[in-house]
């Protein structure tokens, strides 16, 4: 098999056990432990509430991202179609997977153009950082971005997955400085992002001092990876492996306020494992500035655009009513919000 077509064939067969298998982690986001205290006089109107909010220079109707999830198959491209056009009619963001596959093979580059489907919407690029010790450059990035007209490139880090797939590319070292000559160089902001393991506030930190602009936590307590690759595997020594690894990770809302104590000021993404609007709304008060999910999106998007804009309507709802009952008219205020939390 080639590198070309393994690499389009990974993209399938994580889009079949996505879709086909249970591979939610064992471990929970701690979102559970947290809970609103009640406001019994909001002062407020429910349908005045204002959920939209700025982000990296662009208005949102939602404080919701559409998470990286695919591209690199002719199964994918009806999905990112699908998803753009939903994030278009709704006004939210949203983010490509990985774009090595078009790298390798640019005959792939459609499967991940969305633009003209979703003229006005906060759009990333997605590369591996991990890649940029194997050949990757400067030049690839603004391929990755300009092949999508994208607002902002993502770094995405996965060591684990990488160490737990038989062809993983495991050399991460001395990958900070060269992550700093990208965010020097590139012409949009730079994420980071985990892929479900949660980033920790001193590597959070490390990532903001040479140059990344937002942080996407991607904490444990959604998809995991780990049971993906277990599932994936082609031999029991393999599987075994992935699986001694599932209750991997530092839940999302560790990661979220760890990060955010260390950086009161940097652009925040929320992810991993966020189901409903009180999710969201618990991890806005913890200090994200939006929040992403991927999974309910995915199953959204096999269906139809209606089904994917039913899912963000749902969410946004659930974001007011959280609003609403803790008294809080806006984004803004929602980041005030006193929380509960129990052991």
Not at 102 to 128: C, H, K, M, W
């Amino acid at each position: 098999m080639s590198k070309v077509t393994g690499t389009s064939a990974r993209k399938s067969n994580h889009i079949r056990i996505n879709l086909e298998e249970d591979v939610q982690s064992d471990l929970t986001t701690g979102l559970e432990r947290i809970s609103f205290s009640h406001s019994a006089l909001p002062e407020l109107d429910l349908h005045q509430i204002n959920l939209s909010t700025k982000f990296l220079k662009k208005q949102l109707n939602l404080p919701i991202m559409i998470s990286s999830m695919t591209g690199g198959t002719e199964s994918a491209a009806v999905i990112n179609r699908t998803l753009a056009e939903a994030a278009q009619e709704m006004g939210v963001a949203m983010g490509l997977g990985s774009q090595r596959a078009t790298i390798e093979d640019p005959s792939l580059e459609s499967t991940y153009q969305v633009r003209q489907f979703a003229p006005d919407i906060l759009l990333f690029a997605n590369l591996g950082a991990v890649q940029l010790n194997y050949g990757y450059g400067i030049d690839e990035c603004r391929r990755a971005v300009e092949m999508i007209e994208g607002d902002a490139l993502i770094l995405h880090l996965n060591p684990l997955q990488e160490a737990l797939q038989p062809e993983g590319n495991v050399d991460f070292s001395n990958l900070l400085r060269k992550i700093e000559a990208v965010c020097t160089q590139l012409e949009v902001p730079v994420i980071a992002k985990e892929v479900g393991w949660g980033i920790s506030p001193p590597v959070a930190k490390r990532l903001v001092d040479v140059g990344v602009a937002v942080i996407d936590v991607a904490g444990a307590g959604g998809t995991s990876w780990s049971q993906v690759e277990m599932h994936r595997a082609q031999d029991s020594k393999q599987a075994r492996l992935a699986a001694k690894f599932i209750k991997w990770g530092i839940p999302t809302a560790d990661a979220l306020a760890g990060v955010r104590e260390v950086l009161p000021d940097v652009p925040l993404i929320a992810s991993g494992g966020l189901r409903s609007g009180m999710d969201i709304a618990k991890c806005i008060a913890l200090g994200a500035d939006i929040c992403a999910l991927a999974s309910p999106f995915l199953k959204a998007a096999v269906e139809s655009n209606e089904k994917v804009c039913e899912v963000l309507q749902q969410l946004g709802e659930e974001i007011r009513i959280c609003m609403f009952a803790t008294g809080s008219g806006s984004i803004e205020s929602l980041h005030q919000t006193r929380l509960l939390r129990r052991p």
